[in-house]
């Protein structure tokens, strides 16, 4: 199955490529407190479609180069 995730474009410079920054709240083991972290992904994007602020779903895909193994769905 593969795993879909939502997120911001924060860098479109790249050629057929974005960069996307995924939030994620989570929970601390110890003292149960909730705290937000994120995390940047290279999503793949052929027509250059998507640019910096657009809300998107992206989706694991094959390794398509060294660090980038997400491809751009759609936008939110």
Avoid: C, Q, W
């Avoid at 410079?13 to 290279?42: A, C, E, I, L, Q």
């Amino acid at each position: 199955m593969a795993k879909t995730l939502k997120g911001t474009i924060v860098s479109d410079k790249m050629n057929k490529t974005v960069v996307v920054k995924v939030d994620d709240f989570k929970k601390h083991p110890r003292y149960g407190r909730y705290y937000k972290s994120s995390k940047k992904y290279k999503a793949h994007d052929e027509k250059g479609e998507f640019h910096v602020g657009d809300k998107v779903l992206i989706k694991e895909t094959r390794p398509l180069s060294k660090d980038k193994s997400f491809a751009v769905v759609k936008k939110i």
